[in-house]
């Protein structure tokens, strides 16, 4: 029993050094677990940005009175739009078609009037439906920046009253810089590529090139191939992690408010379903393209879409909300926004370690039933 | 080695009634039944897709038989897969190496995988590495290492633990004969200590040197026992037809037609047959049109068995050459012609001044080992490689110029046959015929002569992968064909096809350029190069030796071996060469 197990310990190692030599050596792997993951943080840190500030507007005043100039005012004074005044609607129609602005405001012949007759006078907001992001947003904004200039004029008005003002308070991400939800968020993606897309590579290439099936002649057990596999890949993954967050900390300036501890607990447990996943698509396709097709299919897409990661879960159809259910990147992304924004919450993060190591196990129970040393 | 000796020998293997189906097709292994014995080598014998590999990973324990019984070293391979495992010795196709670990590494891996101690190591590894002559090589990657070291490397780690039997999968495939024989020799000396090797091969003249051979077609045994228990069945009745005149391809066309003949197949200037009867050599004669002192005996060899038993080779009349309007043939026109064409990657010249012309109605053969620039050659020569130096023409359009015009006037076989697997028959065929321009009534004639011709019609919606290997290869033929070319390139195009399909092949093949066709063809098996009418030998990216196979054969002709086989003379061209570049 002991000569077995020290047989067993020998093999582990020994396939575990022959994994990182390979790492070392195989450019794809440097390239999955390295360039990628810094393409991709630099996307999100420097190239995709969600906020919105200066956006170009039109500001069509049909009347020019003391009061529409005023509004026109606090639109031109508001950080959120970038404002050319005209006096007729068809000067932006053009500008609007050709995507030149991202919409236009009109104050309508009668606004003051209006006003003045406390009959809710109207602000008319043209957005481009073509882009309903940023459709939303001018519009949002804009009823923002009337009633705000609304609340302004009443508290004027009535000088001998407290001026009532709202003021916005944003917790944890004060600076309402996408960048920092981001990368967090990336990193999932990151942990993502590593266990599932190059794990179900690398495997599937065993068994392209018959490796696989030259190991399985020998002692070893389908247990530790497993692990052989599982060891490296889940030290790579920590490693690339790792790699983010100190640039995520260090260049892009995100917070980190949380404990190292949590990071690595969190990540460790999210590495358990990526890697059972890497391990079921190469133990079913045994080959190498198709492995990658639906590793980015059925893991990459998913993280990216479905995980709260850019698409918020509880705006999307209560049918996807069920489906993304079942996709584990749903289950890190929450915690890790708050272990760098937040700081740590025990009882949230342990709920997610116990989803995410659950899915784990039913991955690598059944990837190990379909490797079980068979070939077919 | 006599059957007598054979029986002392002990049974590593039983096999009793294995049955293996994947999906509801013919079963891939069905009643097959047979000993494996230690002390020789058993040879598992068979063309691609009889069932050699399953067979093998039955006996690892890797898979399991749907029916029957296999004893491997005294264990059932159902149930104590891990002891055999611990016991066996296996090397599978493409060796099983890491490619991106070094010589040693994939020894230690081995090592560890198959708990050597530690202090044994040193000793085994020494020994394991001068037998295998690859000592020097320890620090390199076995990725880096050629074919045939690749093997060795392979050969070693699967002997880390000196097993009591050798499972080796096809370890002469993509291996240039010289390595083949090394390779032979080194497993040879194991059985002397007594380990069982089976070496599975679709190579025939492979199965001739096997102590024991277990003949496998379609899944099914045909044969068990000594190679030369299978030739006693032709012996007599196997003879050489020398001294032709005028064409031999199509006398062999007429022939394979006669009822007193079984086989017949092109050797160089002769033709070797195989008779119904002892007795039938006078009338079989005048056939030929010649008399009795021509037909000279001939050893037989496990081919002429295999196909007898097969019951004898198909006609040799081709449908195709038949439905082929015949060229002007003996203008002696070259229609290819190679004028000292050079590839160069990096300071690596893989193609060296190579020269030839091919006359119209011509085969000619490019020989050589993997890796010495064949297929550099002709690659340059069907427009897929543009040469460094020199000029290389198709029916008279340059390459480096006209290479559109050129490439409408070949038609190509590849290696392991291009084909679209996802498409079927049909839709290949009509995919073809669109790609070499033909358009309208012709198209929908030539599409139909095809499925004709080579009898495909009942699999015209199959998808090509499904195909039977035999079948995809007239089809990948078909393909090539269809626009009726004026020269044909051939990539090894019967490598691993069983005898029958390989002359049904070589009949179209002889057909055509009876009709005026130009052939060139790259093989490494030796019986293809019979073929050819003319073959450069290609080493090192240099043409070593040009000529007739009756040429290079007697080239090599000692007084110790007055008639050497394609394979002496390419293994002695190859020597001597290297020789001389040693000098």
């Given amino acids: 029993m002991n000569a077995y197990r020290r047989g067993r310990t020998r093999r582990l190692t020994a396939l575990i050094r022959k994994e990182s030599f390979q790492i070392v050596r195989d450019p794809s792997s440097i390239l999955i677990a390295l360039v990628l993951p810094l393409i991709l943080l630099f996307l999100f840190g420097y190239g995709v940005s969600l906020d919105t500030t200066h956006t170009r507007v039109g500001l069509v005043l049909e009347e020019t009175t003391p009061v529409t100039l005023d509004l026109a005012a606090s639109f031109q004074n508001s950080r959120y739009f970038d404002v050319t005044i005209g006096h007729d609607r068809r000067e932006f129609a053009e500008d609007l078609v050709e995507s030149r602005i991202g919409g236009f405001l009109v104050i309508p012949d009668g606004f003051t009037a209006d006003l003045t007759a406390s009959r809710h006078p109207a602000v008319q907001v043209i957005v481009d439906g073509a882009d309903p992001n940023t459709a939303n947003f001018v519009q949002n904004y804009a009823a923002g920046t009337v009633s705000t200039w609304e609340a302004q004029r009443a508290a004027e008005r009535a000088l001998t009253a407290t001026p009532l003002l709202v003021q916005q308070r944003f917790w944890f991400n004060p600076e309402l810089k996408s960048r920092n939800f981001l990368v967090p968020g990336s990193i999932s993606i990151v942990m993502t590529l590593v266990g599932t897309l190059l794990t179900s590579m690398v495997i599937a290439r065993e068994w392209e090139r018959g490796t696989m099936e030259a190991m399985m002649a020998t002692p070893v057990t389908a247990w530790e191939l497993l692990a052989g596999k599982i060891v490296p890949y889940f030290l790579l993954g920590l490693g690339s992690m790792t790699l983010c967050v100190i640039l995520a900390v260090f260049l892009f300036h995100v917070p980190f408010r949380g404990s190292i501890l949590a990071l690595y607990a969190l990540s460790a447990a999210f590495l358990m379903p990526a890697l059972g996943q890497g391990f079921l698509i190469s133990a079913v396709t045994k080959n190498q393209f198709l492995a990658s097709q639906l590793a980015l299919l059925s893991g990459f897409l998913p993280s990216f879409l479905l995980s709260g990661f850019i698409f918020e879960i509880n705006s999307m159809p209560t049918v996807i909300q069920y489906i993304s259910l079942a996709v584990p990147a749903r289950y890190l992304i929450p915690s890790l926004q708050s272990v760098f924004l937040a700081g740590d919450i025990w009882p949230m993060f342990l709920r997610s370690i116990l989803i995410l190591v659950g899915f784990g196990i039913v991955l690598f129970a059944v990837a190990i039933r379909k490797t079980a040393k068979r070939i077919a | 080695m006599s059957p007598a000796v054979t029986e002392d020998k002990p049974v590593l293997v039983r096999l009793d009634g294995v049955v293996k189906r994947f999906g509801d097709g013919v079963p891939a292994l069905d009643e097959v039944s047979g000993d494996i014995r230690g002390g020789e080598i058993t040879g598992l014998v068979g063309p691609d897709g009889a069932g050699k590999t399953t067979l093998i990973r039955l006996l690892t324990g890797l898979m399991q038989p749907d029916a029957g019984r296999i004893t491997v070293l005294g264990h059932d391979a159902r149930t104590e897969a891990p002891a055999i495992q611990a016991a066996i010795g296996y090397m599978p196709q493409r060796f099983g190496l890491y490619e991106d670990l070094s010589v040693q590494e994939n020894l230690d891996l081995y090592a560890d995988m198959r708990g050597l101690p530690r202090r044994d190591r040193p000793a085994v590894f020494g020994e394991l590495l001068t037998f295998t002559d690859l000592k020097r090589f320890t620090g390199r990657l076995a990725g880096k290492l050629s074919g045939g070291m690749k093997q060795k490397l392979g050969l070693a780690c699967a002997l880390i633990r000196k097993p009591r039997l050798l499972l080796l999968d096809e370890p002469g495939v993509g291996v240039d004969p010289i390595s083949r024989r090394e390779l032979w020799k080194m497993v040879e000396n194991l059985t002397a200590e007594g380990i069982g090797v089976v070496w599975s091969t679709a190579y025939l003249d492979e199965a001739e040197a096997c102590d024991n051979v277990l003949l496998m077609n379609a899944g099914k045994l045909l044969y068990a026992g000594t190679p030369s228990g299978l030739t006693e069945r032709v012996k007599g009745r196997v003879r050489r037809l020398t001294g032709i005149e005028g064409s031999r391809r199509r006398l062999l066309a007429r022939l394979l037609d006669e009822d007193k003949v079984v086989d017949g ?182 599409i139909t002569l095809m499925l004709n011709i080579f009898d495909l019609k009942k699999h015209a919606t199959m998808s090509a992968k499904d195909l039977p290997l035999g079948l995809k290869q007239r089809l990948a033929l078909a393909a090539a064909v269809m626009h009726e070319p004026e020269a044909l390139f051939l990539d090894e195009p019967t490598s691993g096809v069983d005898p029958i399909t390989r002359r049904e092949f070589w009949t179209h093949i002889n057909g055509l350029v009876e009709k005026g066709v130009t052939v060139l063809v790259t093989t490494h098996f030796m019986d293809e190069a019979e073929y050819c009418d003319r073959i450069s030998l290609i080493y090192r990216g240099k043409s070593i030796a040009l000529g007739s196979p009756d040429d290079l054969k007697a080239k090599v002709a000692t007084a110790d071996r007055p008639d050497p086989t394609m394979e002496d003379a390419f293994i002695a061209l190859i020597e001597a060469s290297e020789q001389e570049a040693a000098a």
């Fill in chain 2, 265 to 446: 197949v092109i050797q160089g200037e002769a033709i070797r047959l195989v008779l119904v009867e002892e007795d039938d050599v006078d009338s079989v004669a005048k056939t030929a049109g010649t008399d009795a002192s021509h037909l000279v005996p001939a050893t037989p060899r496990f081919e002429d068995a295999f196909v007898d038993m097969l019951g004898g080779g198909p006609s040799g009349r081709s449908a195709l050459a038949e439905a082929q309007a015949p060229r002007a043939i003996d203008d002696g026109w070259p229609v290819i012609e190679a004028r000292g064409l050079t590839k160069r990657f990096g300071d690596f010249t893989a193609a060296d001044h190579i020269t030839f012309d091919i006359p119209r109605g011509q085969i000619f053969g490019l020989l050589g080992p993997n890796g010495a620039g064949k297929s550099t050659t002709f690659k340059m020569l069907c427009g897929l490689l543009k040469p460094t130096e020199g000029e290389g023409r198709v029916a008279g359009f340059d390459l480096r110029r006209d290479a559109a015009e050129a490439r409408n006037r070949l038609g190509y076989m590849a290696q392991k046959f291009s084909l679209y697997g996802d498409l079927s028959v049909g839709q290949n065929l009509d995919f073809f015929a669109g790609v070499y321009g033909l358009a309208g009534r012709r198209r929908q004639e030539r």
